[in-house]
């Protein structure tokens, strides 16, 4: 138990659906994001969240849509996708204080994934 | 952009035995970080490293920057070892964590 929380664990959807990953997190840090882990492939960093901001966007494509709410949720939108979108995506949170150097209060901690099935 | 490799890609070793992975990068960094996924696909932090030796239980890594690697030693592996060991380091311009491809680790009983 990571004190990071996803669901569903598990998702499969048409191309033409609709749906949202939730990620929730009881550790009381400021940064969230989201990444993709294909198989065979480094995980992708897709969003980063810093006290309800997004701070980074890695050229993700439209169909993917992110919601911070608050420092302890965040959100993917998904609609329209490709079979290509298949993959696990892991959420993970950290303490990260803007305009520090990086150091062990940034260790990410990740939730346990949801494993994406388009069909 | 920073190159992370890791080596090798797989690992298939008998319960007891021990093992190094290898993580290379391409520049310097001012942060690394090794971690294990389960077969579930929990991924679990196991060391901030940026330099020198730390130990936790059966598990340590040494960090040498200063010739862009990292090592991380597993002793008198158990099945649970198994999964997938990433190295990740950090890039200073944007604190975005860099990923390696992974090293698979399956422990036989």
């Known amino acids: 138990e990571t004190g990071v929380t996803q669901t569903p664990r598990h998702l499969v959807m048409g191309m033409t659906n609709k749906k949202s990953l939730k990620c929730e997190q009881h550790l009381g840090h400021n940064a969230m994001y989201w990444y993709k882990q294909s198989a065979k492939k480094p995980l992708e960093l897709m969003f980063v969240y810093n006290f309800k901001e997004q701070t980074e966007n890695n050229s993700v494509p439209s169909r993917f849509s992110p919601e911070c709410p608050n420092s302890s949720h965040l959100f993917l939108h998904l609609h329209t996708l490709q079979p290509e979108d298949s993959a696990l995506y892991l959420c993970?949170?950290?303490?990260?204080?803007?305009?520090?150097?990086?150091?062990?209060?940034?260790?990410?901690?990740f939730g346990p994934g949801t494993r994406l099935t388009v069909l | 952009g920073i190159q992370v490799e890791q080596s090798p890609p797989d690992l298939i070793l008998q319960e007891g035995a021990n093992s190094t992975l290898r993580c290379n990068f391409s520049?310097?960094?001012?942060?690394l970080q090794w971690f294990h996924q389960n077969p579930w696909g929990q991924l679990i932090n196991l060391f901030y490293i940026p330099s020198g030796t730390k130990q936790n239980g059966r598990l340590s890594a040494t960090t040498v920057a200063t010739e862009r690697y990292s090592l991380l030693y597993i002793s008198s592996s158990q099945t649970t070892d198994s999964g997938v060991y990433f190295c990740?380091?950090?890039?200073?311009?944007?604190?975005?964590?860099?990923w390696g491809a992974g090293t698979k680790l399956i422990i036989k009983p």
């Open positions: 520049d310097s960094v001012n942060n």
């Open positions: 993970a949170s950290s303490h990260r204080t803007s305009g520090d150097r990086w150091g062990d209060t940034d260790t990410q901690y």
């Open positions: 990740a380091v950090v890039m200073d311009s944007n604190y975005q964590l860099i």
